[in-house]
């Protein structure tokens, strides 16, 4: 863990190698030039980067449903891109997920069923290949999150074995289809596929070096909720050696958005456009429920951390809701003041600082700016709570709702980290906000409430399952929640 190695000496050795001239391979787009003469001419308009956040990552898991609704899908769509377009690495249902199923097995998305949370699916680990849509896809996709994706990873994963999460002891094998590794034997084994002309390789392109080689106009990058969720979601943070060091952050960032401006300035001849996105606060994340709000509901507990503040919700459910609260189950004063400050405080710090640099760098201009995702989420908390709590708690709370109107009510899908599609339309709309801004287009938000998520995948409800209630959650389907990689 305490191995982070960022390669600083590789990455001014890269920028160097940009700036005399020297470019990466130039994407095959059939429609593309190699040299736009200005951003309306690109061949490539758009491209995210970031982690499942970034990827449409929904229930625990990556399918198409959720893709349908990734914030940078509804992003291209508001600027005329279309799934031919916009490419993305679609999976079939029942999707790829995060629970453990037994070995030999792949987990799909989580659904509701009424009662319980359950897989949508499970799928042999020898027909997983046939889920992954677009993986003879020629050139590199537009979206490029990566579920599980850390910041070390932007500059230096393309496989699961050059992957943070082998210092986790967890490879993250989201890498192999979306960057496509042809250099490793694994489940997701690239597919070579000729092309005319002929494409560039993607064997060790990192999601840095897949972007400057599709050249795109404008960039949204999200990233850095891996580097503390894990040790956020394990109850006990302080110490935790999943938690990237502030420092280490702040370092991997830099070096990564500098290159990204320096290296799409060499590859395009004009700057390019690059929106991030600060990181959410402990109070934004639906997965801690604050202990008022708690306590309403469930009544006064025994707590092992007396200041508890927040209660993994989730967690509290798959135990069986006990009586007394173990430590890694609440968060108390002192881990939500640090991970707040020391921590998820620190990286929006130096994203804000970096974004800064490189929106005033004079020799590699770029036009940079950042969304402000807390002061959104504020905003939204003001005129609707609801939309920041929990599925299931929601049906607790409102046992006469249908499932489709508790469903409406909120943004959060049922793992309680990432938005459902009204979430990520809300999500978007922060990216439209500040494109906008940055480069005075006009293009129109998407109401989140036109957006609807059905929890249960068209599954049909027995009638006998009862809406109210107490929903079962197993301590399988409760890790899934709290882990996005595999």
Not at 95 to 116: D, K, P, Q
């Given at each position: 863990?305490?191995?982070?190695?960022?390669?600083?000496?590789?990455?001014?050795?890269?920028?160097?190698?940009?700036?005399?001239?020297?470019?990466?391979?130039?994407?095959?787009?059939?429609?593309?030039?190699?040299?736009?003469?200005?951003?309306?001419?690109?061949?490539?308009?758009?491209?995210?980067?970031?982690?499942?956040?970034?990827?449409?990552?929904?229930?625990?898991?990556?399918?198409?449903?959720?893709?349908?609704?990734?914030?940078?899908?509804?992003?291209?769509?508001?600027?005329?891109?279309?799934?031919?377009?916009?490419?993305?690495?679609?999976?079939?249902?029942?999707?790829?997920?995060?629970?453990?199923?037994?070995?030999?097995?792949?987990?799909?998305?989580?659904?509701?069923?009424?009662?319980?949370?359950?897989?949508?699916?499970?799928?042999?680990?020898?027909?997983?290949?046939?889920?992954?849509?677009?993986?003879?896809?020629?050139?590199?996709?537009?979206?490029?999150?990566?579920?599980?994706?850390?910041?070390?990873?932007?500059?230096?994963?393309?496989?699961?074995?050059?992957?943070?999460?082998?210092?986790?002891?967890?490879?993250?094998?989201?890498?192999?289809?979306?960057?496509?590794?042809?250099?490793?034997?694994?489940?997701?084994?690239?597919?070579?596929?000729?092309?005319?002309?002929?494409?560039?390789?993607?064997?060790?392109?990192?999601?840095?070096?897949?972007?400057?080689?599709?050249?795109?106009?404008?960039?949204?990058?999200?990233?850095?909720?891996?580097?503390?969720?894990?040790?956020?979601?394990?109850?006990?943070?302080?110490?935790?050696?999943?938690?990237?060091?502030?420092?280490?952050?702040?370092?991997?960032?830099?070096?990564?958005?500098?290159?990204?401006?320096?290296?799409?300035?060499?590859?395009?001849?004009?700057?390019?456009?690059?929106?991030?996105?600060?990181?959410?606060?402990?109070?934004?994340?639906?997965?801690?429920?604050?202990?008022?709000?708690?306590?309403?509901?469930?009544?006064?507990?025994?707590?092992?951390?007396?200041?508890?503040?927040?209660?993994?919700?989730?967690?509290?459910l798959s135990a069986g809701m006990p009586a007394t609260l173990p430590v890694e189950m609440t968060l108390d004063t002192a881990e939500v003041t640090y991970l707040d400050t020391e921590v998820i405080g620190a990286y929006n710090t130096a994203i804000q600082t970096v974004v800064a640099q490189v929106n005033g760098n004079p020799d590699v201009p770029a036009h940079?700016?950042?969304?402000?995702?807390?002061?959104?989420v504020d905003a939204l908390r003001a005129t609707n709570p609801d939309a920041l709590r929990h599925f299931l708690f929601l049906g607790i709370i409102y046992p006469d709702d249908t499932i489709a109107e508790t469903a409406a009510r909120t943004y959060f899908a049922l793992d309680g980290v990432h938005p459902n599609n009204q979430g990520y339309a809300f999500v978007?709309?922060?990216?439209?906000?500040?494109?906008?801004?940055?480069?005075?287009?006009?293009?129109?938000?998407?109401?989140?409430?036109?957006?609807?998520?059905?929890?249960?995948?068209?599954?049909?409800?027995?009638?006998?399952?009862?809406?109210?209630?107490?929903?079962?959650?197993?301590?399988?389907?409760?890790?899934?929640?709290?882990?996005?990689?595999?």
């Amino acid at each position: 863990m305490k191995k982070l190695l960022t390669s600083i000496s590789m990455l001014a050795l890269l920028l160097a190698l940009l700036l005399a001239g020297c470019s990466l391979d130039d994407p095959a787009d059939p429609t593309g030039t190699v040299n736009p003469s200005s951003p309306a001419d690109a061949s490539t308009p758009y491209v995210a980067i970031g982690n499942s956040l970034t990827a449409g990552f929904m229930d625990s898991g990556l399918m198409k449903a959720g893709q349908a609704n990734s914030y940078p899908m509804i992003v291209a769509t508001q600027m005329g891109l279309n799934k031919d377009t916009f490419t993305q690495p679609w999976i079939e249902a029942p999707g790829i997920g995060t629970t453990n199923v037994g070995a030999g097995n792949v987990s799909g998305v989580l659904h509701f069923n009424g009662t319980a949370v359950l897989p949508l699916g499970i799928t042999p680990q020898a027909e997983v290949p046939g889920l992954l849509l677009a993986v003879a896809q020629p050139t590199q996709y537009h979206n490029l999150g990566v579920p599980g994706a850390f910041s070390f990873d932007l500059m230096n994963a393309h496989s699961a074995a050059t992957s943070y999460g082998v210092n986790l002891g967890s490879p993250n094998t989201f890498f192999e289809f979306i960057n496509r590794a042809g250099d490793l034997v694994s489940l997701f084994k690239n597919i070579e596929v000729p092309a005319n002309p002929p494409a560039p390789g993607y064997q060790s392109g990192s999601q840095f070096y897949q972007t400057i080689a599709k050249g795109p106009a404008l960039v949204t990058a999200w990233i850095g909720g891996n580097d503390f969720l894990f040790g956020a979601t394990s109850g006990e943070p302080i110490g935790h050696p999943a938690i990237t060091p502030a420092a280490t952050f702040a370092t991997n960032y830099g070096g990564f958005l500098h290159s990204l401006a320096g290296g799409l300035l060499q590859r395009n001849g004009f700057p390019p456009t690059i929106i991030c996105a600060t990181l959410p606060l402990v109070r934004n994340i639906t997965y801690f429920l604050d202990r008022p709000t708690f306590e309403a509901v469930f009544g006064a507990r025994v707590y092992d951390e007396p200041d508890a503040e927040y209660i993994l919700f989730t967690d509290f459910l798959s135990a069986g809701m006990p009586a007394t609260l173990p430590v890694e189950m609440t968060l108390d004063t002192a881990e939500v003041t640090y991970l707040d400050t020391e921590v998820i405080g620190a990286y929006n710090t130096a994203i804000q600082t970096v974004v800064a640099q490189v929106n005033g760098n004079p020799d590699v201009p770029a036009h940079a700016d950042f969304v402000d995702f807390n002061a959104n989420v504020d905003a939204l908390r003001a005129t609707n709570p609801d939309a920041l709590r929990h599925f299931l708690f929601l049906g607790i709370i409102y046992p006469d709702d249908t499932i489709a109107e508790t469903a409406a009510r909120t943004y959060f899908a049922l793992d309680g980290v990432h938005p459902n599609n009204q979430g990520y339309a809300f999500v978007a709309n922060g990216f439209l906000e500040v494109i906008n801004s940055v480069t005075g287009s006009s293009y129109s938000p998407v109401p989140p409430e036109a957006m609807t998520w059905d929890p249960t995948y068209g599954v049909p409800i027995p009638a006998k399952a009862a809406r109210g209630g107490i929903p079962r959650i197993s301590p399988e389907v409760a890790e899934a929640m709290r882990r996005s990689f595999r």
